[in-house]
C-alpha cells in the first residue's frame, strides 16, 4: 500500500508560480516512477508530467513545455512539480500519482496509486 499526499496548491495570478509537493509512502519510493495529472471541472483527467525512478527519463505534455518542471528527491520520499508562467488554463486539480513498470508514462491506466489532489486555481 502506497500513500500519497499532495500540498502547494493556491490561489496565485496569472504569470505567478506555484510549487507542488507529492509526499510518499508504505513502498521504497526510489523503486518507481511518479506522475503529476490535473483535471479541470468537465474535463477528463490528462497527463501533465512524469520521471522516472532516477530521474532519468522525464516527460511532459505538450501545454506545460518549457513552463513547468518535475523533479524528485528521493532521500526525502517527495517528487514537485515546479508551476512557472502560470495560465488561467491551468486552473485544475492536481494529482500524483506511482507509475507501474510496464506503462507509458502519459495515460492513468499506467498508475496504481494516487493521490488525494491539490487544487490550483490562476485568476486573470
Known amino acids: 500500500q502506497v500513500q500519497l499526499v499532495e500540498s502547494g496548491g493556491g490561489l496565485v495570478q496569472a504569470g505567478g508560480s506555484l510549487r507542488l509537493s507529492c509526499a510518499a509512502s508504505g513502498r521504497t519510493f526510489s523503486s518507481y516512477g511518479m506522475g503529476w495529472f490535473r483535471q479541470a471541472p468537465g474535463k477528463e483527467r490528462e497527463f501533465v508530467a512524469g520521471?522516472?525512478?532516477?530521474?532519468?527519463?522525464?516527460y511532459y505534455a505538450d501545454s506545460v513545455k518549457g513552463r513547468f518542471t518535475i523533479s524528485r528527491d528521493n532521500a526525502k520520499n517527495t517528487v514537485y512539480l515546479q508551476m512557472n508562467s502560470l495560465k488561467p488554463e491551468d486552473t485544475a486539480v492536481y494529482y500524483c500519482?506511482?507509475?507501474?513498470?510496464?506503462?507509458?508514462?502519459?495515460?492513468?491506466?499506467?498508475?496504481?496509486?494516487w493521490g488525494q489532489g491539490t487544487q490550483v486555481t490562476v485568476s486573470s
Open positions: 500519482a506511482t507509475h507501474v513498470a510496464s506503462g507509458s508514462y502519459y495515460y492513468t491506466g499506467a498508475y496504481d496509486y
Open positions: 520521471i522516472s525512478w532516477n530521474g532519468g527519463r522525464i
